[in-house]
């Protein structure tokens, strides 16, 4: 087990309806979360939780840890309002108005807690564009911008002109010749009645963006696609992008329908925008502040559970959303842009520097180069690597 779970805990109540029981590990930093290594980490249930499935008794958020492929540095997560959130919003055959609808209302209550949030939406039905453009233009909706979806190789350009910290794809996904992609509907698909979207999003491109040093996503979603799922032997789309970098993303692992797909929308987003909300507002300048991924999936899949008079044993609608993050505590720190690029780029003279630079030489580029009043949990060390 990587260093990130420092203990293990056997827990005699938590156990399965069949089969052997299996050991869970916690974090003794992050008491709440809980790491299952069994692919069926969802069967887990126990009398501690009322009987209930770990996953829906908000004590034990459940995510699952993806580690880099490759050794990467603790990346420097910096916040300086607004929050920036881009959706593409097209899966062929199914409205996005309702997806639309459950996100913007996310964002406004995000904003009622006085964050800041910038919306950049790219939609594939020129009457849901049309709509949304119209609402804009008599201020109904606010602080958004709309486009149609683009053709291929257009979404990487968006992705980067816009650079958003947190990236929606409602689509549908699958993989093809040994590729995992995503498939956005245009406009001439949405006419065309097409079955399928022809705007690709492979998924090594998005892995490419998570791992630059140009982009900061801090949360990506795939919604309604086969986001989580390994195909013909392919790892997840999910855990493949936290594994080239990204801190958090949200696969689904099968096909969920689409009435879910938007409730898991309605409910997850406003646990993520107001949980920001609350912890970044007021906190002061040079603060550091830490997130808990999991915790903000509860309310998602309990609200997935109990839709339509549910049974959770016998319909798992509420499994189907699968949290994937990095081993390292997440953490976002108040910064101007100006300051971090100067903080990461002397993080990236000390990291560059060969392995058998002087500490001392090391020491005084760090001490030279370190702009001031950077609060220590800011500070890359002398070979730099940020705090985790």
């Known amino acids: ?19 052997p029981r299996w050991e869970l590990s916690q974090d003794s930093k992050r008491p709440s979360t809980f790491v299952s290594s069994p692919k069926k980490w969802s069967s887990f249930f126990g009398s501690r939780c009322g009987g209930k499935f770990v996953a829906l008794d908000a004590r034990w958020p459940i995510g699952r840890i993806a580690e880099p492929s490759t050794h990467q540095a603790s990346r420097f997560h910096p916040f300086e309002a607004p929050l920036r959130v881009m959706a593409f ?10 997806e639309f609808d459950a996100l913007y209302a996310a964002i406004e209550k995000g904003r009622q807690k006085g964050l800041q949030i910038l919306l950049e939406v790219l939609v594939g039905e020129e ?5 949304i453009k119209a609402a804009i233009q008599a201020n109904r909706i606010k602080n958004t911008s709309v486009y149609p979806i683009p053709d291929q190789g257009g979404v990487k350009d968006h992705i980067l002109e816009f650079d958003p910290q947190i990236l929606h794809f409602f689509c549908h996904g699958h993989t093809g010749h040994g590729v995992a992609q995503l498939e956005l509907a245009t406009f001439a698909d949405w006419v ?37 799922r390994p195909v013909d032997g392919l790892p997840s789309m999910a855990r493949s992008l936290v594994t080239a970098g990204a801190p958090a993303v949200v696969g689904m692992a099968e096909p969920m329908a689409a009435l879910d797909a938007n409730e898991f929308t309605r409910q997850f987003y406003p646990e993520v925008l107001t949980t920001f909300a609350s912890r970044l507002v007021n906190s002061p300048p040079g603060n550091s502040v830490n997130f808990e991924w999991a915790e ?16 959770t044993a016998k319909d798992r609608e509420w499994a ?20 971090r690029q100067k903080v990461e780029t002397l993080a990236e003279w000390l990291r560059t520097l060969g392995p058998n630079t002087p500490d ?29």
């Open 1 to 19: 087990m990587n260093s990130f779970v420092t203990n293990y805990i056997r827990m005699p109540a938590l156990r399965r309806r069949s089969g």
């Open 89 to 98: 919003i097209s899966a062929a055959g199914i409205s996005g108005k309702l």
């Open 127 to 131: 009457q849901l564009h049309d709509s």
């Open 192 to 228: 065309a009645h097409s079955p399928s979207g022809s705007t690709v999003v492979r998924i090594n491109d998005l892995e490419a963006m998570a791992a630059s040093s140009d982009t900061d996503i801090w949360l990506i979603t795939l919604n309604c696609c086969l986001g989580a």
């Open 296 to 311: 903000m999936l509860y309310r998602a899949r309990s609200a997935l559970g109990s839709a339509n008079a549910r049974n």
């Open 320 to 339: 189907i959303p699968v949290l994937y993050t990095r081993p390292e505590s997440f953490s976002v720190a108040l910064v101007s842009d100006a300051l």
């Open 360 to 388: 001392r030489i090391r020491d005084m580029i760090h001490q030279e180069m370190m702009p001031p009043n950077v609060p220590p949990s800011l500070r890359p060390d002398r070979f730099g690597n940020f705090p985790e």
